[in-house]
């Protein structure tokens, strides 16, 4: 898992979290260490306004 040094916003204990438990069997993660420990530390999470609700009622609607 590369974890490049980015927005903050991006930089989530979330994201880090999906990156680890999607590994099959065997995880490397390729940054910095203040990076992942920026990531560990943070719970900040913001609503992600995607439309895939939309977009699913309106596929399968049709």
């Known amino acids: ?3 490049p040094p980015s927005s903050p916003m ?3 204990r979330n994201l880090l979290y999906t990156g680890i ?3 099959k069997k065997l995880l490397i993660i390729i940054g910095n260490e203040n990076v992942v420990n920026y990531m560990i530390n943070n719970i900040d999470s913001k ?7 939309y977009k699913l009622k309106n596929y399968f609607s049709t």
């Open 10 to 12: 991006l930089l989530t």
């Open 1 to 3: 898992m590369v974890v």
């Open 47 to 53: 609503k992600r306004n995607t439309g895939l609700e």
């Open 21 to 23: 438990t999607r590994a």
